[in-house]
């Protein structure tokens, strides 16, 4: 199908997974109050991979969220949107199963098949399998003009088109950390390539499994082999002394709120370092105190029937991972003198993700993004980058903001208030400058 020379949209997303989805929603329930009544912002979001989805790799059985199923994409920005989990649960005909249940915390499960269910409802503004490759300045922009919009190169396969944007919000997600040194493989996975790489395993040759890490996904993963692997040694690598517990109680769960992103945004680098102190454990390198009491019945149901099939190796570290064909052997630093080494069939690691980093995905656009002293990106209060004035178009970032905005910035806990801020922003900004730069818009049909 053919194009306008010049396709155009008000808003571009990079990305398609619960951020920007939240912003999708959040332009679409947009309703002019103006006296020119303004037709909702134009949008187009261009996704990766071939269809939604959100850690897929880690939807274990019977897992659940660690939020409330009101912090979900819409209800807290608007309770009576047609995007939230209740109006899921109502048009699956689960509402009351769901009352009855008296939980709080759906599964996993379910809450991706709420996300599936609200990206289905953005199908035309959404194409999948799709690549931005690199944002840059129009070559045709005047000298010393502010120029309002930026182009997009994206592809799609071997094919590759331009596209105009007046605002770009990036939400590209986390990267999957691994320890220096060592490689994913077919015996060697990260936490987020989990069930599939487990899927391609004949559960008969894991006989001996790992996995690295303290927080909530090692312990589910270890619990997961330890159920599904009967005749399996599974070893828990955990650098501190056992798991520790999520403060999930309401006071430190306090540090959710929207309000606490003013909070931090505006306080003191005293405060800020405060925040990070008193508040990790709320989020990083912690499981929820289910888990770790499940986990430590199966240990303790263990030593009293005489077995040493779950073991738990505390302040312990990788070292080093050696691959020879099929074997795997794991070097250990421990806290006692001795070097360990275990031989695994597989080993997983559970070591987190680095946040998203934008600059080269901007490329040379970069160079008129503001930096603050330690070389990080400033960001305004309304998530877009600060820019020098050459650059006239909002670009946004849904996630690597946690050093101006906190602990929020890639959980979807203050996901509906944030996406709805920079829908605001990006209508604002709309309003300011559509006398200055009229465009033609794209219609039904007409992009490729």
């Known amino acids: 199908m053919g194009t306008f020379a010049r396709e155009i949209y008000d808003v571009v997303g990079i990305g398609f997974g619960p951020s920007n989805l939240s912003l999708a929603i959040a332009l679409d329930e947009y309703r002019s109050e103006g006296p020119d009544n303004r037709p909702k912002p134009s949008a187009m979001f261009f996704e990766r991979q071939p269809s939604f989805g959100w850690h897929r790799n880690m939807l274990l059985p019977t897992t659940t969220m660690q939020i409330s199923f009101m912090k979900d994409l819409a209800t807290f920005r608007n309770p009576v949107s047609r995007f939230s989990f209740v109006s899921y649960l109502h048009a699956s005909d689960r509402l009351t199963q769901f009352v009855n249940n008296q939980d709080f915390f759906p599964t996993r499960q379910e809450f991706h098949q709420y996300l599936e269910w609200a990206a289905a409802g953005f199908a035309?503004?959404?194409?999948?399998?799709?690549?931005?490759?690199?944002?840059?300045?129009?070559?045709?922009?005047?000298?010393?003009?502010?120029?309002?919009?930026?182009?997009?190169?994206?592809?799609?396969?071997?094919?590759?088109?331009?596209?105009?944007?007046?605002?770009?919000?990036?939400?590209?997600?986390?990267?999957?950390?691994?320890?220096?040194?060592?490689?994913?493989?077919?015996?060697?996975?990260?936490?987020?390539?989990?069930?599939?790489?487990?899927?391609?395993?004949?559960?008969?040759?894991?006989?001996?499994?790992?996995?690295?890490?303290?927080?909530?996904?090692?312990?589910?993963?270890?619990?997961?082999?330890?159920?599904?692997?009967?005749?399996?040694?599974?070893?828990?690598?955990?650098?501190?002394?056992?798991?520790?517990?999520?403060?999930?109680?309401?006071?430190?769960?306090?540090?959710?709120?929207?309000?606490?992103?003013?909070?931090?945004?505006?306080?003191?680098?005293?405060?800020?370092?405060?925040?990070?102190?008193?508040?990790?454990?709320?989020?990083?390198?912690?499981?929820?105190?289910?888990v770790i009491r499940d986990l430590y019945r199966r240990s303790y149901d263990e030593e009293v029937r005489g077995l040493d099939r779950l073991r738990f190796l505390n302040l312990t570290r990788v070292?080093?991972?050696?691959?020879?064909?099929?074997?795997?052997?794991?070097?250990?630093?421990?806290?006692?003198?001795?070097?360990?080494?275990?031989?695994?069939?597989?080993?997983?690691?559970?070591?987190?993700?680095?946040?998203?980093?934008?600059?080269?995905?901007?490329?040379?656009?970069?160079?008129?993004c503001l930096r603050d002293e330690k070389g990080r990106h400033r960001v305004a209060r309304d998530y877009r980058l600060v820019t020098t004035p050459e650059l006239g178009c909002g670009i946004y970032l849904q996630g690597g903001t946690e050093h101006t905005h906190g602990l929020t910035s890639s959980l979807l806990s203050n996901l509906a208030i944030r996406s709805g801020e920079i829908a605001e922003s990006m209508i604002g900004r709309r309003a300011e400058s559509a006398a200055e730069t009229p465009f033609r818009r794209v219609g039904a049909g007409e992009t490729g």
């Open 319 to 368: 070292d080093q991972v050696k691959r020879a064909g099929d074997e795997t052997r794991v070097s250990l630093l421990s806290s006692a003198d001795e070097t360990p080494e275990l031989d695994v069939d597989a080993i997983v690691f559970a070591t987190g993700y680095d946040g998203m980093e934008p600059t080269a995905l901007l490329g040379d656009l970069d160079r008129y």
């Open 124 to 290: 035309d503004r959404v194409r999948y399998g799709t690549e931005v490759t690199g944002i840059r300045l129009p070559a045709t922009t005047e000298a010393g003009a502010a120029e309002a919009y930026v182009e997009l190169e994206i592809r799609s396969g071997s094919a590759t088109r331009v596209v105009h944007a007046r605002n770009v919000a990036i939400s590209t997600g986390l990267v999957p950390r691994m320890p220096q040194g060592v490689q994913s493989d077919e015996r060697v996975w990260h936490s987020s390539e989990f069930l599939d790489k487990y899927s391609r395993m004949n559960p008969s040759e894991l006989k001996t499994v790992a996995v690295v890490g303290a927080g909530q996904s090692a312990a589910e993963i270890t619990r997961y082999f330890y159920d599904e692997l009967p005749h399996a040694q599974v070893y828990s690598i955990i650098p501190s002394y056992g798991y520790c517990v999520a403060d999930d109680t309401p006071f430190a769960n306090q540090i959710f709120d929207p309000g606490a992103v003013d909070t931090y945004y505006f306080g003191t680098d005293r405060s800020r370092e405060a925040f990070w102190h008193y508040h990790r454990n709320t989020n990083y390198s912690v499981v929820d105190d289910e």
